[in-house]
């Protein structure tokens, strides 16, 4: 297949999927190499890009999605008449914050570094998708691990989490060493059984 033929169907995949689609599935699709889909990608990414089109295509982690240009978001806005999302109290923002350097977390490592009840702040941001369980931990009581998600990327506008800006994290290099000894003993999420899933 030529570029310009994998860049179509790409855009023809993204456009049905309506949500991103990981690269290696893209190759699967369309029978080519990982490599070709993410020089396609780039091409399709410059070429929308260059013509200013109403259209972007935006690269997260490994995978690609298409969304509207920031330059038509208040036409978007008036035509559906959508809210802005509501923005994140300073308690979500820390709390968000410690997951997305030191994930996975669990609750009470996030209590532990913040110095306060987490609890409210993990469910709202649960609840706007910024977060996500991705499984327990092996130990007694088994707590949920929580890490960042494609639509945490995608509000920040990163393409990946090595773009998040350097933070100092000397008062806590222990316990993230700690954490990661730990993250050996993780159960993935599909393991858990159904009863167990709720705390």
Same mark, same amino acid.
């Given at each position: 297949?030529?570029?310009?033929d ?10 049905a999927a309506g &949500?991103c689609?990981?690269a290696?599935?893209?190759?699967m ?6 490599d070709?889909?993410?020089t ?10 260059f &013509? ?5 295509m935006?690269k ?7 969304c509207?240009?920031p330059?038509?978001?208040g ?18 923002l820390e709390?968000?914050t ?5 994930q ?6 996030v209590e ?12 709202a ?9 991705c499984g327990?931990l092996n130990?007694?009581g088994?707590?949920i691990l929580?890490r960042?998600?494609p639509?945490f990327?995608?509000?920040f506008?990163l393409?990946?989490?090595?773009e998040?800006? &350097?933070?100092d994290l ?5 316990d ?19 009863e167990?899933?709720?705390?």
């Amino acid at each position: 297949m030529e570029i310009q033929d994998i860049s179509r169907a790409i855009m023809a995949v993204l456009f049905a999927a309506g &949500e991103c689609v990981d690269a290696k599935r893209l190759a699967m699709a369309l029978e080519v190499d990982e490599d070709e889909i993410h020089t396609a990608a780039k091409t399709l990414m410059d070429s929308l890009a260059f &013509e200013r089109s109403g259209i972007r295509m935006l690269k997260l982690e490994n995978a690609y999605q298409l969304c509207s240009s920031p330059e038509m978001a208040g036409y978007v806005t008036k035509a559906l008449e959508t809210r802005k999302p509501p923005r994140l109290s300073a308690s979500q923002l820390e709390t968000l914050t410690v997951i997305a350097y030191y994930q996975p977390a669990t609750k009470a490592y996030v209590e532990q570094i913040r110095g306060v009840d987490s609890s409210y702040s993990i469910s709202a941001l649960l609840n706007k998708k910024l977060i996500e369980d991705c499984g327990r931990l092996n130990v007694p009581g088994r707590p949920i691990l929580y890490r960042t998600t494609p639509d945490f990327l995608r509000t920040f506008a990163l393409q990946s989490l090595d773009e998040l800006p &350097e933070m100092d994290l000397i008062n806590f290099r222990a316990d993230r060493q700690q954490q990661l000894e730990m993250a050996e003993m993780i159960v993935p999420a599909e393991e858990v059984p159904a009863e167990e899933t709720v705390q």
